[in-house]
């Protein structure tokens, strides 16, 4: 009979275990806990919070964020036998009930940790039936969660009043200290709130509330919970509580990530705090004095180049100011970059071997197909150096080596450095996107010269701690063409070094490139050293224009500022030459390797087999009566009575711009009138009009059309034909004017050595 028994309470408590199992299959216990997101810095403190889908402040606590004396004190005063009971105390349950019925009312619980849980995962009204309902729940709680998990999800939920829930927003709220920081005074306080949450709310109520601490202190003196001396520091630990904002720092940042991590409860960044805060208030007072002369708003971004973590993210000056767009990312705004493209531009030409540091380009007038680009002071400096072209931001040779390494390889390079405005406009896009004609935003720019801090290499900005980009990344320049950018953008004598940082020992040891846009909206200066990329971005963003808004003096000096405060001195050391870079002699002149004609040499960095090897030509051998009054070429030289003689070998463009500005050059002599041979090379090219253009003319006003041509250095005249009929004859540098008939048009120049180019217009009446 015994053993009958035995069996049927076995086969009973399988039965049981198996219907429990198969009605969990069935009615599974999923909890769905919406949290306030938090936004954490490096060292995993909160710097910003927002309020969860259901408006509470229910801020999600970390194992590592639950201290043993935070376990200890909750687990001794809720449930001293939470970690031996599978989530219902059948004696504490045996212990209520008698209780209850000795009493006739309910006056004693038997709620575990886990039932508490449940109750606070699925509220209901406090009856028998939900009491059984709870218990069912929290063994299914247990069945899928370790005790660990399980006493976490309650410091989570745990109300403390109002919209507060959880110990993390308890503790930062009520102490502005995060959970593992908290006293055992402060535990205690916080343990015995959630039982009588209005009668004990922090901060309205703190001497009931201490009273109620100090009680449950000398509870656990008397129990030994904790040592003596322990208990009374506790005891004598004032309490002084008021319920405080949640923190509210790098706002710009914590927004752009809430909305890319949506329903997560903690994102970790890699701001460094500090220098958060640090840089804002640089950026506030700079911007503070800017004010009165009409510029409101500045953008910063740091990034860390060995990781390519972002330290600090600063996208207005000041978040909270709603007259000057303070809501605004100004490091996430597409904006005009002025000359900040350049380095680029300069690095692919130096990869492509078309330029070296010293190769001399010409910085004069010039007419890419109509487009005329003009330097930002709108003058010309002649024949000049690619590092001084690049250093001084001309435009007019960046054009030129744009045309040269060609827009749509450029942009190609700036769709592999993820530029993706500029991927959006791409077939849009001409030479003037070197000067500003296309859309950036700091954050593209400031990725792109941390890959001049990093051999060329792309990589992608990290806002996340504990994610760093790949040392490798993907090449958009080469390291070689990199380190002749970086020796240019760190020479100080330029014009766009601060007045204010000349001679100062305030300037720091930093490559750096400005950029001004057009009609002076947008002020921009990046600057890398081989620690830090540091991206600055100054103007309104309104869009307004203003008078005296530049990188050079604007944004560099905020630059500069940051960069001193940040790493002043810095002990990573600058950057080493690359193997594949050496030096040789060339001529001073060209910058070409050095020929017959060159007696001034200097050096000059190159990039070894890429590079390329030119022999200077700037001057050339011609053959003149003894006078030097009449040229001969290689046809019609005599037997004797010549000589022979050197002559500069300018460029038609160069020729012009002398001409204009009556700079005085040597000009070889005209060409032996009795010569008869036909030149082939050298033509003048049609400056004005453009070929392929439409002019129109007014009816009552008939206008004229300007015709301009370059002409080679040995050339003395030229004829202009309309529609194949001499129209004017001149000379090579002088501009003529016309009255075309009206459709299509034939214009033609002829130079004295019969060379001839044409182009074709059509001429409409408005």
């Known amino acids: 009979m015994k053993k009958v028994k035995i069996k049927r309470t076995i086969l009973f408590i399988i039965s049981a275990i198996l219907l429990f199992l198969i009605s969990d299959f069935i009615f599974p216990f999923q909890p769905n806990i919406r949290y306030a997101t938090q936004i954490t810095d490096s060292k995993g403190n909160v710097i910003h919070a927002f309020l969860s889908r259901d408006d509470k402040w229910r801020l999600y606590s970390e194992v590592s964020e639950i201290t043993p004396l935070l376990r200890k004190t909750l687990i001794y005063k809720e449930d001293q036998y939470f970690y031996y009971h599978p989530g219902v105390n059948p004696l504490a349950i045996i212990r209520a009930a008698g209780w209850n019925i000795f009493t006739g009312r309910r006056t004693s619980g038997a709620s575990t940790i886990t039932m508490q849980v449940v109750r606070l995962l699925e509220p209901r009204p406090r009856t028998y039936f939900n009491k059984l309902l709870e218990m069912y729940r929290a063994?299914?709680?247990?069945?899928?969660?370790?005790?660990?998990?399980?006493?976490?999800?309650?410091?989570?939920?745990?109300?403390?009043g109002g919209n507060i829930e959880g110990i993390k927003a308890a503790s930062i709220l009520y102490f502005n200290k995060p959970p593992q920081l908290l006293s055992l005074a402060e535990i205690t306080a916080l343990t015995i709130v959630p039982n009588r949450p209005s009668s004990l709310r922090p901060g309205t109520r703190n001497e009931a509330l201490i009273t109620a601490r100090n009680e449950w202190l000398?509870?656990?003196?008397?129990?030994?919970?904790?040592?003596?001396?322990?208990?009374?520091?506790?005891?004598?630990?004032p309490l002084q509580v008021n319920r405080l904002q949640v923190p509210r720092q790098a706002p710009h940042l914590a927004l752009r990530l809430s909305q890319e991590f949506k329903d997560q409860p903690v994102i970790h960044t890699s701001l460094k705090i500090q220098t958060q805060i640090q840089i804002e208030e640089q950026v506030k007072n700079y911007v503070n004095r800017l004010k009165s002369t009409d510029i409101h708003n500045a953008a910063v971004l740091v990034v860390d180049n060995e990781t390519m973590q972002v330290e600090a993210y600063i996208g207005s000056a000041d978040f909270n100011n709603p007259f000057d767009g303070g809501q605004?990312?100004?490091?996430?705004?597409?904006?005009?970059?002025?000359?900040?493209?350049?380095?680029?531009?300069?690095?692919a030409a130096f990869d492509k071997g078309i330029i070296t540091p010293r190769t001399i380009l010409n910085d004069v007038p010039v007419n890419f197909a109509g487009y005329e680009p003009e330097n930002f002071d709108r003058h010309f400096n002649g024949p000049v150096t690619t590092e001084f072209a690049l250093a001084n931001s001309l435009n007019i040779p960046a054009v030129k080596i744009l045309k040269e390494v060609g827009t749509s390889a450029l942009v190609e390079k700036l769709r592999k450095?993820?530029?993706?405005?500029?991927d959006k406009q791409a077939k849009d896009l001409g030479l003037s996107m070197i000067l500003g004609g296309c859309g950036v935003t700091l954050e593209e720019m400031?990725?792109?010269?941390?890959?001049?801090?990093?051999?060329?290499?792309?990589?992608?900005?990290?806002f996340l701690s504990g994610n760093s980009e790949s040392a490798k990344g993907e090449a958009i320049v080469s390291g070689e063409s990199t380190f002749l950018v970086t020796n240019i953008l760190t020479q100080i004598t330029r014009p766009d070094l601060p007045t204010n940082f000349d001679n100062t020992y305030h300037l720091p040891k930093i490559a750096w490139k400005t950029g001004t846009s057009y009609?002076?909206?947008?002020?921009?200066?990046?600057?890398?050293?081989?620690?830090?990329?540091?991206?600055?971005?100054?103007?309104?963003f309104s869009g307004t224009g203003v008078p005296g808004l530049s990188g050079a003096n604007t944004a560099t000096p905020l630059l500069f500022s940051i960069f001193n405060a940040l790493d002043y001195n810095s002990p990573k050391g600058w950057f080493k030459t690359p193997a594949n870079v050496s030096l040789r002699k060339v001529c001073a002149a060209s910058g070409d390797i050095p020929s017959e004609f060159c007696e001034h040499q200097i050096l000059d960095h190159y990039i070894v087999g890429v590079s390329a090897y030119k022999k200077c030509q700037h001057l050339r051998w011609v053959f003149t009566d003894p006078a030097g009054k009449i040229s001969y070429c290689t046809y019609c030289i005599p037997e004797n009575g010549f000589e022979k003689r050197t002559y500069p070998n300018l460029a038609p463009e160069l020729i012009a711009y002398n001409e204009i500005q009556k700079?005085?050059?040597?000009?070889?002599?005209?060409?032996?009138?009795?010569?008869e041979r036909v030149f082939h090379e050298g033509a003048p090219l049609i400056v004005s009009p453009n070929d392929g253009s439409e002019y129109y003319i007014r009816k009552e006003e008939p206008q004229q059309i300007q015709l301009a041509c370059q002409a080679a250095n040995d050339v003395q005249e030229v004829f202009w034909y309309v529609n194949d009929k001499l129209s004017k004859r001149s000379a090579p540098h002088e501009a003529v004017f016309v009255s075309p008939s009206l459709g299509r048009v034939k214009i033609s120049c002829s130079d004295d050595k019969g060379r001839n180019s044409d182009i074709w217009i059509t001429v409409k009446r408005m």
């Open 139 to 160: 063994l299914q709680l247990e069945l899928h969660y370790s005790k660990g998990e399980i006493l976490q999800m309650y410091l989570n939920l745990v109300p403390y």
């Open 218 to 237: 000398k509870r656990f003196e008397a129990e030994k919970l904790f040592s003596a001396s322990t208990i009374r520091d506790a005891l004598d630990e």
């Open 328 to 347: 605004v990312d100004g490091i996430r705004a597409v904006r005009s970059p002025g000359s900040t493209l350049k380095p680029l531009l300069y690095a």
């Open 417 to 422: 450095a993820g530029f993706k405005t500029i």
């Open 446 to 462: 400031t990725r792109l010269f941390a890959a001049f801090s990093g051999e060329g290499k792309f990589r992608n900005l990290q």
């Open 519 to 540: 009609g002076k909206r947008d002020a921009w200066s990046i600057g890398y050293n081989r620690r830090y990329t540091i991206g600055v971005w100054v103007g309104n």
């Open 663 to 675: 700079i005085p050059y040597r000009k070889i002599p005209p060409h032996n009138p009795a010569c």
